[in-house]
């Protein structure tokens, strides 16, 4: 089971740091991707990395302004997102699957996913 939080309304230019608790699995070994969905938009993929290690991926509108990172202490995710746009406003959603070695094709796709947060709102607006 996941849990996100840490949504909120924040201001264009403002930062929020979104969580990803697990409970009945290691996060550690697992592939882990964020992703989101506006009002009226399909789901977007917005970061992953894989479970056997390696590199974080970022979609193209999020890198530079957004980083994944994990406490394993804690078997949480962490979505730190920084200069926040009105365009980043949308539901966000953690997710995780045992494919460790998940072809990095897929790392964007949610079918590839077996766990899914609840989903967390994030509203950038002035």
């Known amino acids: 089971q996941l849990q996100a939080s840490g949504g909120g309304l924040v201001q264009p230019g403002g930062s929020l740091r979104l969580s990803c608790a697990a409970s009945g699995f290691t996060l550690d070994y697992y592939t882990i991707g964020w992703f989101r969905q506006a009002p009226g938009n399909e789901r977007e993929w917005v970061s992953g990395?894989?479970?056997?290690?390696?590199?974080?991926y970022y979609a193209d509108s999020v890198k530079g302004r957004f980083t994944m990172s994990r406490d394993n202490a804690k078997n949480t995710v962490y979505l730190q997102m920084n200069t926040l746009k009105p365009e980043d406003t949308a539901v966000y959603y953690c997710?995780?699957?045992?494919?460790?070695?998940?072809?990095?094709?897929?790392?964007?796709?949610?079918?590839?996913?077996?766990?899914w947060g609840q989903g967390t709102l994030v509203t950038v607006s002035s």
């Open positions: 997710a995780a699957t045992s494919r460790r070695h998940i072809i990095l094709s897929r790392l964007g796709d949610g079918t590839q996913y077996d766990y």
């Open positions: 990395r894989r479970g056997s290690g390696g590199t974080t």
